[in-house]
């Protein structure tokens, strides 16, 4: 019983990438659970900067196997340009990546289609990433998907993307004005991801289990967020899988009494991309001034992130529904300098208190604020927790206690380094 998962409780983008290379040093097995190409994880080493979008970022760690499991949805032309990348910058990836047989493929149709209802909704945008990820989510519910391992057999293939065809074309043609899809085109892709990774695809869900009664130490790698889960999110401004706990066991096909550990990464304040409610947004010049000085711009679209304060109601729903061990508090050195920091208690609607993270209406609660004193010291060069200055340990001891668990980790920069370990 040797397996973390480690999952975004917030909206996404925590910095989940930098504690998983962390907890990657000590790992012999790194897994994604869900989501696909809409994730961006960003990881500096040595000052180089490596972003991921599928490939789990364990993939750093010479010797290390990564995994993309069966929850994952797998887009094949972004799955070999990451390979390719990786073998540039010098990465050995040999022998070292697994991909599911059960994981679903996105091809260009899905794309299409998420670009083209996105349209159509107009005024109720979501604010998808694009990447096709709802669409195949989709067809996976429809059992109409194409999944990896059907790319063994040539002739059910091409049948099942005949079959396929006949109706997304319908649609983009006839609903959105799009341009339709060749069989002989979806099939190009296909056979050429197979010729690609034909070595890699296997059962993972049998392989993980074999490897982890073997005693090997194993982490489920969570994209997107909490408060993005389709189930537990913010709906229907979510993603289309689950990033809480009950994902990683789906989409890895690894059981409950494998996992000992699991780690909510959160960010010193929230961001957010695409639409939904988010009740500590700050529209003021202290949300610009976080979104420059964090540089938050999406890794995927680059879009600029939706900026405000810590969420604790937020984090302590994280906390319910995934059963964390431990927070990762992620990007403290980015509040130095502010005078005063906010931090939300707890919410108000209708003037009244509210004790809970509510399923609906989230967008009509306020949020009850708490201002801490700030600090001014640069911590980057911070290595434990003691080195902080008083200000910034009186706020993690804060959220600490408002949330009800330890916070273990403290990121006070973006490398390898720069992050200070509790005991
Ligand atoms: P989709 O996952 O592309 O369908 O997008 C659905 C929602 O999730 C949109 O609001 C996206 O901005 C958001 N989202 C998807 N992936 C990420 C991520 O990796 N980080 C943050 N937000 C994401």
Not at 40 to 55: A, E, S
Not at 177 to 198: H, N, T, W
Not at 300 to 321: H, M, N, S, Y
Request: charged content about 25%.
């Amino acid at each position: 019983m040797s397996c973390t998962v480690v999952i975004g409780a917030q909206w996404g983008d925590e910095g989940k990438a930098k504690m998983i290379d962390y907890y990657s040093s000590d790992a012999d097995i790194i897994v994604r659970y869900q989501g696909g190409a809409n994730a961006g994880h960003t990881v500096v080493v040595g000052g180089k900067k490596y972003v991921f979008h599928l490939i789990p970022s364990g993939i750093l760690h010479p010797g290390k196997i990564c995994v993309l499991g069966n929850g994952v949805v797998l887009d094949p032309l972004q799955m070999v340009d990451e390979m390719d990348k990786l073998i540039e910058q010098g990465i050995d990836i040999d022998y070292r990546i697994f991909i599911s047989d059960a994981a679903h493929l996105i091809l260009p149709y899905h794309k299409a289609l998420d670009s083209a209802l996105e349209e159509m909704r107009a005024e109720n945008k979501i604010g998808t990433t694009g990447r096709g990820i709802g669409p195949c989510y989709a067809d996976k519910c429809f059992r109409t998907g194409i999944r990896v391992g059907d790319l063994y057999d040539e002739k059910y293939l091409e049948e099942k993307i005949t079959q396929t065809l006949k109706i997304k074309n319908l649609q983009l043609e006839k609903l959105h004005g799009r341009d339709p899809y060749s069989v002989d085109e979806i099939m190009d892709i296909c056979l050429q991801f197979k010729a690609r990774v034909e070595k890699m695809i296997i059962n993972t869900a049998f392989y993980l289990n074999e490897e982890s009664d073997k005693g090997k130490k194993i982490i489920l790698e969570g994209a997107q967020g909490f408060g993005l889960d389709i189930d537990h999110g913010t709906y229907p401004f979510v993603t289309s899988s689950n990033p809480t706990v009950g994902g990683a066991l789906l989409g890895t096909g690894i059981n409950n009494f494998q996992v000992n550990r699991v780690v909510g990464i959160a960010k010193a304040y929230i961001t957010r991309v695409g639409e939904g409610p988010f009740p500590t947004e700050d529209f003021t010049e202290s949300g610009n001034t976080i979104r420059e000085k964090g540089h938050e711009y999406g890794a995927t679209t680059g879009r600029p992130r939706r900026c405000g304060w810590f969420d604790v109601e937020l984090l302590k729903q994280a906390k319910r529904i995934c059963g964390f061990t431990e927070i990762a508090l992620i990007k403290l050195d980015i509040l130095s300098g502010f005078k005063k920091i906010k931090v939300a208690t707890g919410y108000q609607y209708e003037g009244k208190k509210i004790e809970m993270f509510p399923s609906f209406m989230l967008d009509k609660v306020k949020p009850v604020y708490t201002e801490l004193d700030g600090w001014d010291e640069d911590i980057s060069a911070c290595k434990k927790y003691e080195d902080l200055p008083e200000k910034a340990r009186n706020y993690i001891d804060f959220l600490e206690e408002k949330i009800g668990i330890r916070i273990a980790i403290i990121g006070v920069g973006p490398g390898r380094e720069d992050t200070i370990i509790r005991n």
